[in-house]
């Protein structure tokens, strides 16, 4: 009986030091899970006003695109308003004939102008 005495004080010394091991192993990965737990506390302390700031640069943009896309509208319908303008006044002047007013004042003002000059070269002679 004395080798199984021997083996038993083995095996209850060999379990004592298995047990130790596993507490201090116990320990460590509890340091280890706070120390994580704190960094993410950190991380999230962190990243909340970047969030913030993130949420109000979004915000911003959002107000100088819709600012933006309003006044590009703006100048779109006042581009096509003198687009329109501008064919108008250039049909008038397509148009020829009597129906064109303008082209009629500015014929009539070319034969005002030939008749004076016609008449201050005659009256030069």
Not at 18 to 38: F, M, V, W
Not at 85 to 100: E, L, P, R, T
């Amino acid at each position: 009986m004395p080798i199984i005495d021997v083996l038993l004080s083995v095996l209850l010394v060999s379990g004592s030091a298995l047990c130790i091991y596993l507490i201090i192993s116990l320990k460590r990965i509890d340091k280890s899970i706070d120390s994580i737990r704190g960094d993410i506390h950190n991380l999230v302390d962190e990243t909340i006003p970047v969030m913030k700031n993130l949420n109000e640069i979004t915000e911003h943009i959002t107000t100088v695109s819709s600012t933006t896309e309003r006044q590009v509208l703006e100048l779109n319908d006042r581009i096509e308003e003198i687009k329109g303008k501008v064919i108008n006044f250039s049909k008038g002047f397509s148009k020829g004939g009597s129906d064109n007013q303008v082209v009629s004042m500015i014929h009539s003002i070319r034969a005002i102008i030939k008749g004076i000059s016609a008449f201050l070269q005659n009256l030069n002679k």
